[in-house]
């Protein structure tokens, strides 16, 4: 314990996932609005044009780097594009499901304020997130993915039963964020549209930003500190881990990143 730990921590993981998720609303806005162009012009037989979508401040971290790919030439959507869509979907409908189960149980829906608000922002951005996924992938040529991904939804039915407390939902919430972000992250260098290279990029920086969130929580649990979750935490309180919890990668892995084919439509 010490009383250098910065006091705002857990009050700017909050804020920031709310303002992150702002900036990517305009920018998967625009990728979408930019796809649809693409494929209109490649449909149509006419040179697909490279659009400059990128401004400093709307992402952040690795994605961001990684999304600047993007400058690349264009091209019409492929069959690898859909799939990858239909399987980013999925994973935002299985996201959807669990916090929202998360948010009727008794100890979640009785217990901390800040952990149901956040419950509450977090499904709705994900809700949106696969409004995203789904109208690209329609406009790619594909079918609408309204299922979640089978691979993580087995992992959830056989973790259901065995959560009794807080500390088990946020483990498992941090899983899917996890996996999410990094199946985005890759994602930007396996799709051939640049606009859909915005999208991702757009997205998983606010996946990341709901683990950090989720990894700030858990470290309160674990410490037994869970009162002081709450804004702005007692500084004193606090585990000298709580100012470098959030954010244990530089850079986001991908190692366990989703194949593309995952949670593609049979």
Do not use: C
């Amino acid at each position: 314990m010490g009383k250098s730990i910065d006091t705002r921590l857990l009050t700017e993981l909050t804020e920031q996932s709310e303002d992150l998720h702002s900036d990517a609303t305009r920018a998967t806005r625009a990728a979408l609005e930019e796809f649809h162009e693409n494929t209109q012009e490649a449909h149509e037989g006419r040179p697909v044009r490279t659009r400059r979508w990128w401004r400093p401040g709307i992402l952040g971290g690795a994605a961001a780097g990684a999304v600047l790919l993007g400058n690349s030439r264009a091209a019409a959507a492929t069959a690898d594009d859909v799939m990858a869509l239909q399987t980013a979907a999925s994973i935002e409908n299985l996201a959807v499901n669990v916090y929202t189960t998360a948010a009727g149980l008794p100890f979640i829906k009785g217990g901390n304020a800040v952990v149901v608000a956040f419950i509450d922002k977090t499904t709705a951005q994900h809700r949106a997130h696969a409004q995203a996924f789904n109208a690209a992938a329609v406009k790619a040529g594909g079918k609408e993915q309204t299922g979640p991904d089978p691979k993580y939804a087995a992992i959830v039915q056989q973790a259901l039963p065995t959560i009794k407390g807080p500390a088990d939902v946020v483990k498992l919430a941090i899983t899917l964020e996890d996996v999410a972000a990094q199946t985005y992250t890759k994602n930007v260098s396996q799709v051939s549209d640049p606009a859909l290279r915005q999208l991702f990029g757009s997205v998983a920086p606010v996946e990341a930003q709901h683990k950090a969130v989720l990894l700030a929580v858990q470290a309160l649990l674990a410490a037994d500190l869970a009162a002081q979750i709450k804004l702005p935490p007692d500084a004193a309180a606090l585990p000298a881990a709580a100012g470098s919890v959030g954010f244990p990668d530089a850079f986001y892995p991908t190692k366990d990143a989703s194949p593309i084919t995952e949670g593609a439509v049979k």
